[in-house]
Structure formats: C-alpha cells, structure tokens
C-alpha cells in the first residue's frame, strides 16, 4: 500500500513501535504528519494479523489518546477499557477516587493528581506483570502520554539483561502507536507512511466503490486521472471510490461505467480549480460534493444538513465527561440518530423541501435513507453488539445471538468530524440553515427524544 519507510516492525530491540506519515509541508521536519494516509488502519491490520495475535498470546487492547490533555479521570477511564479488552482479567480494577479540596494551591492538586496516576500505573503494571500483550495507542500527540501507558516493573538492570539475553518473549507489554507527531519516537522505531504509488490507488478505488475489478475502470485513463487529481491521498481516494458506487448504484438510466467515471473526473477537476470557497482543502471539497446529490436536477443540502448536526448535537466533545469511554467520536444508537434526523426534516421543511419533490411527499423515508447513504459514503460506520445467550448450547452460532442486538453509528475519521463542525459553523452556503443551529437542533432533538421515551421506567 505505498511507499513504507523502515519496515523493521517489532524487532525485539523496543517494546515500543511508531506508525506516523509524511509531512503535511513538503520538506518542513518539523510539521505533522499528514491525515487519513492510514495510520490506525494499519495499526488495526497489523493487530489481526494471525502471526501477532500467535505472538501477544495473552491479548491485544486498543486504546484511543487523542490531543486532550490526559488527567486523572481520563486517564484511569483509559486503563479500565484496556484491562476489559483483555481476557485473562475478570472484571474491572478499582482505582481511588481523587477528591477536590476547596482552597487547595492548582500547583499541589497538581502534583497530587500526579500521585494517584502514578499509583494507578503501577497496579495496571502488576496485573500485566509475566504477561505477553500489544497495546496500540492510537493518535497520540506528546511524549508524555507513552509515559503513562509504559507498564515497566521496576526490576534491577541485570535482571532485564539476563531477560533480554534468554530472548524470552514472556513478560512484555509492547506499545503500538499512531501519530502525527514525526519526532515522537527514534527514526528506528518508526514506519512512516506515504502516499499510495498509482496502481495501489486505483485498486482502493476500484474496491471502494463496490464494483468488481473485472469493469475496464481498473485499466481505463479516467480511473488514473481520478487517483492524480486526489493526489493518490487514501482517504481522499477512498471517498471518491464510495462516491462514485453511490452514483453507480443510483444511475439507473446510465448504462456505461465510463460515463460514470468521466463524470467524477470533470466534478473533482472542477473542484480543484475553483475558489469559490476559500480555505477549504481537496477534502472538503470532495465531501461537499458527494453530500450533495441532485434532487429535479438541482443540488440538495439534506445530507450536509444532517451530517453537520449529527456532529453538532452528538459529538461536541466540550460536554463530554471524562468519564465516558475513550472511543471518539462516539457511538451513537442508529434509534437515537433517527428522531435527530426525522426532527430535522421537520424542523427545516420549507427550506429543505420544495412541494412536489420527492422528499416532501416522503420525509419518512428519506430519514432512513440518510445515515445509509452517509454509511455508503464511508462517513458513518455501522456498528453492531451481539448479545450473548448463555443457556444456548446450540451450533448454529446465529442462534447465541439475541435478536434484539444494539446497532450503533460512528464518524469514520476525525476530518470527515471536522467537516461536519465546518458546515455547521463556517459553510456560506448552509449559512440561513445553520444560524443558531446548535441551540434550536439541541432543542429540538431533546423534546422529540423526550416526548418518544414515555417507557422509560417500563422495566
């Protein structure tokens, strides 16, 4: 998949790998790598693979980092998902509770908060002690967040040499982390990776957009003009691959995939040559344009509307406590995304909706029909929970499964999320939609949710 620089990988040498990428800024050793080149795609590939899960025999574990500032409370909600990823723990550890003192100096709740995450690292340190685990840290920014998750015992020099010269593998907590800080490791213990090379861009393209590789796409002049003009960016690659599936799947009176394909390549050239929109990069403009399909011939912002206030009203991470799992953005019950989008439908009809059209005479419908184009979009990903049956001893492993499994949805990358603030608060064209969007989408969503819920207490 590309160009990978230092593929030396787990070499035994540092129980501490890097996946970072190129510099966002051509010859700038000090700008951050660049975003959606694949990073935690690659860590996800390298934790599935059969030879790693053979070698971490004792569990793999995931943890989201992020740019917030690691305190108490986040820190220890962080060691309890990693320990309930694990399977040899049963149950969750109990870590002190630290209280605020009224009056007390910033300095010394400081350096207090300090002793209990140091103390909660050690009791992690212990119960990983003599065991085998990979613990990828995903979009770490600063060295000092290794620094909490390096579950080291404090054990003599020659005791870890002798260890180290038995070559045995017993006993080591290895990290694997992401991130766009370049420098956050020695070169040795970092792969970088770079842009995809041209044929591996059409292949994401021809697989991303559902189309088997058999079409004369994969081999056709508008395929590779496609992959430049996204500068063979994996994400931006990707998301032109699922545009273009949308459109195929849709174009009932259009026979020909070349005509398809041409009609991406002129959309995608007639964004990069326009300045319509200041300060918006290749990205924005290739999600503004597949969130806006062609309604009686005339662009629609139903999907952008949508997409901004799931963003608005689900993933504002300034209400977020820290106690809430680690996972952002986060999941949200598809249910739950139904009433905000059927809410907004109504909401915004006049503006949304001319008479006559297709989704005036069905809103219901299309309140379906958003999150999975959004999902077909590769926006939102579809998530499902299996709830275990454990008095079925039965084979057919459907039947464990109880029927009335949670379906969650979640943002895919964190650009697609900063999109979404974008056409909530800066999108000129979304501007008469969106003027006190948070407070009137807020609103409304917590007085339809409110008015459903009347079987709260049913159980």
């Given at each position: 998949?590309?160009?990978?620089?230092?593929?030396?990988?787990?070499?035994?040498?540092?129980?501490?790998?890097?996946?970072?990428?190129?510099?966002?800024?051509?010859?700038?050793?000090?700008?951050?790598?660049?975003?959606?080149?694949?990073?935690?795609?690659?860590?996800?590939?390298?934790?599935?693979?059969?030879?790693?899960?053979?070698?971490?025999?004792?569990?793999?574990?995931?943890?989201?980092?992020?740019?917030?500032?690691?305190?108490?409370?986040?820190?220890?909600?962080?060691?309890?998902?990693?320990?309930?990823?694990?399977?040899?723990?049963?149950?969750?550890?109990?870590?002190?509770?630290?209280?605020?003192?009224?009056?007390?100096?910033?300095?010394?709740?400081?350096?207090?908060?300090?002793?209990?995450?140091?103390?909660?690292?050690?009791?992690?340190?212990?119960?990983?002690?003599?065991?085998?685990?990979?613990?990828v840290?995903?979009?770490?920014?600063?060295?000092?967040e290794?620094?909490?998750?390096?579950?080291?015992?404090?054990?003599?020099?020659?005791?870890?040499?002798?260890?180290?010269?038995?070559?045995?593998?017993?006993?080591?907590?290895t990290?694997?982390?992401?991130?766009?800080?370049?420098d956050?490791?020695p070169?040795?213990?970092?792969?970088?990776?770079?842009?995809?090379?041209?044929?591996?861009?059409?292949?994401?393209?021809?697989?991303?957009?559902?189309?088997?590789?058999?079409?004369?796409?994969a081999?056709?002049?508008?395929?590779?003009?496609?992959?430049?003009?996204?500068?063979?960016?994996?994400?931006?690659?990707?998301?032109?691959?699922?545009?273009?599936?949308?459109?195929?799947?849709?174009?009932?009176?259009?026979?020909?995939?070349?005509?398809?394909?041409?009609?991406?390549?002129?959309?995608?050239?007639?964004?990069?040559?326009?300045?319509?929109?200041?300060?918006?990069?290749?990205?924005?403009?290739?999600?503004?344009?597949?969130?806006?399909?062609?309604?009686?011939?005339?662009?629609?912002?139903?999907?952008?509307?949508?997409?901004?206030a799931?963003?608005?009203?689900?993933?504002?991470?300034?209400?977020?406590?820290?106690?809430?799992?680690?996972?952002?953005?986060?999941?949200?019950?598809?249910?739950?995304?139904?009433?905000?989008?059927?809410?907004?439908?109504?909401?915004?009809?006049?503006?949304?909706?001319?008479?006559?059209?297709?989704?005036?005479?069905?809103?219901?419908?299309?309140?379906?029909?958003?999150?999975?184009?959004?999902?077909?979009?590769?926006?939102?990903?579809?998530?499902?929970t299996?709830?275990?049956?454990?008095?079925?001893?039965?084979?057919?492993?459907?039947?464990?499964?109880?029927?009335?499994?949670?379906?969650?949805?979640q943002i895919?990358?964190?650009?697609?999320?900063?999109?979404?603030?974008y056409?909530?608060?800066?999108?000129?064209?979304?501007?008469?939609?969106?003027?006190?969007?948070?407070?009137?989408?807020?609103?409304?969503?917590?007085?339809?949710?409110?008015?459903?819920?009347?079987?709260?207490d049913?159980?």
């Open positions: 998949r590309g160009n990978v620089r230092n593929t030396s990988g787990f070499s035994g040498r540092s129980s501490m790998v890097a996946i970072s990428s190129v510099p966002e800024v051509l010859n700038d050793p000090d700008a951050y790598g660049m975003r959606g080149i694949g990073k935690s795609t690659m860590a996800a590939m390298v934790t599935s693979h059969s030879d790693v899960r053979r070698y971490f025999k004792d569990g793999i574990a995931w943890v989201n980092v992020g740019p917030k500032e690691m305190n108490y409370a986040r820190y220890t909600q962080c060691l309890r998902e990693l320990i309930s990823q694990l399977e040899f723990y049963d149950g969750v550890p109990l870590f002190a509770e630290l209280l605020h003192t009224p009056g007390e100096p910033l300095s010394r709740r400081k350096r207090r908060e300090i002793g209990f995450m140091i103390y909660a690292r050690d009791t992690v340190t212990e119960l990983l002690q003599n065991r085998n685990v990979l613990i840290l995903d979009d770490v920014y600063f060295e000092s290794l620094e909490w998750f390096t579950f080291a015992p404090a054990v003599p020099v020659s005791m870890v040499r002798t260890a180290s010269s038995d070559n045995s593998a017993d006993g080591k907590a990290l694997l982390v992401t991130t766009r800080t370049r956050l490791l070169a040795a213990d970092t792969v970088e990776l770079d842009l995809l090379e041209e044929q591996d861009a059409i292949r994401l393209l021809v697989n991303e957009s559902g189309l088997s590789s058999d079409y004369a796409i081999e056709s002049k508008e395929a590779l003009s496609v992959v430049r003009e996204c500068a063979n960016h994996p994400l931006a690659v990707k998301t032109v691959g699922r545009w273009l599936g949308l459109k195929h799947a849709s174009a009932g009176i259009i026979s020909s995939v070349e005509e398809i394909h041409e009609d991406v390549a002129n959309s995608i050239d007639r964004i990069l040559k326009s300045g319509d929109i200041q300060g918006a990069d290749m990205m924005y403009e290739i999600m503004s344009m597949s969130f806006s399909p062609a309604v009686n011939g005339e662009p629609t912002n139903v999907i952008k509307l949508c997409f901004a799931f963003v608005t009203v689900f993933c504002n991470e300034e209400y977020y406590s820290d106690f809430l799992p680690s996972v952002y953005p986060p999941m949200i019950p598809v249910s739950t995304a139904d009433v905000l989008f059927e809410t907004l439908l109504e909401l915004e009809e006049d503006s949304l909706f001319q008479e006559g059209s297709l989704f005036y005479t069905q809103r219901r419908e299309a309140t379906i029909l958003i999150p999975e184009a959004l999902s077909k979009l590769g926006v939102l990903k579809v998530i499902t299996y709830s275990g049956d454990s008095g079925d001893d039965s084979s057919n492993s459907t039947s464990r499964y109880s029927l009335n499994d949670s379906r969650f949805l895919m990358h964190f650009i697609q999320y900063e999109y979404g603030e056409l909530a608060k800066e999108e000129f064209g979304m501007r008469p939609l969106t003027d006190d969007a948070e407070r009137r989408w807020n609103r409304a969503f917590a007085t339809a949710y409110l008015r459903q819920a009347a079987d709260w049913s159980e």
